[in-house]
T-cell receptor
């Protein structure tokens, strides 16, 4: 079964702290995507990871991909309030469709 | 910036009505998708297309139908809306290994 799992599902963290969201997927995939969704809005692309060991960074967010472990991580450094959102990872299992994870709802507390 | 448009943004309609949700993209992408998402929940693929005259059902069974007569246009139709169809519908397009770009979504309420 093609499956993508994220944890945690809910994350409440204080401003200034660091944390990591984990994305595990069930079978071989060389393409992993991270999206952000604000309440009531659509999805905004954050990162595209296309090979083992890929690392991308934008501001306080950094994403990485380990295809051998079937794991991608989204690391948040020194969180600020405007990072509060739901974060989704999605994998392409070679069928040109994106299978999405359950999402991680992140709340940053002042 | 991605150019993919969905209309209407919000729709409240009575049970039994026929509706069409519109989705258009100006990027010339071959791949287009429809996802269904309940508030705060994960996205489920209900339809996809790899090009003109190519449509497939997704992982989540849906009573809706789609068509792809032109590259830029991928409408979704419900012949007879029911309250169980109440949800947000997100259209997306992509090309090759690039990310999928999403429209703003249509929030459908069937009363």
């Amino acid at each position: 079964e093609l499956k993508v799992e994220q944890n945690p599902l809910f994350l409440s963290m204080q401003e200034g702290k660091n944390y990591t969201i984990y994305c595990n997927y069930s079978t071989t995939s060389d393409r992993l995507y991270w999206y952000r969704q604000d309440p009531g809005k659509s999805l905004e692309s954050l990162f595209v990871l296309l090979s083992n060991g890929a690392v991308k960074q934008e501001g306080r967010l950094m994403a990485s991909l380990d295809t051998k472990a079937r794991l991608s991580t989204l690391h948040i450094t020194a969180a600020v309030h405007d990072l509060s959102a739901t974060y989704f990872c999605a994998a392409d299992f070679g069928n040109e469709k994106l299978t999405f994870g359950t999402g991680t709802r992140l709340t940053i507390i002042p | 910036e991605a150019d993919i448009y969905q209309t209407p943004r919000y729709l409240v309609i009575g049970t039994g009505k026929k509706i069409t949700l519109e989705c258009s993209q100006t990027m010339g992408h071959d791949k287009m998708y429809w996802y269904q998402q309940d508030p705060g929940m994960e996205l489920h693929l209900i339809h996809y297309s790899y090009g003109v005259n190519s449509t497939e059902k997704g992982d989540l069974s849906s009573e809706s139908t789609v068509s792809r007569i032109r590259t830029e246009h991928f409408p979704l139709t419900l012949e007879s809306a029911r309250p169980s169809h109440t949800s947000q519908y997100l259209c997306a397009s992509g090309q090759g290994y690039t990310e999928a770009f999403f429209g703003q979504g249509t929030r459908l309420t069937v009363v």
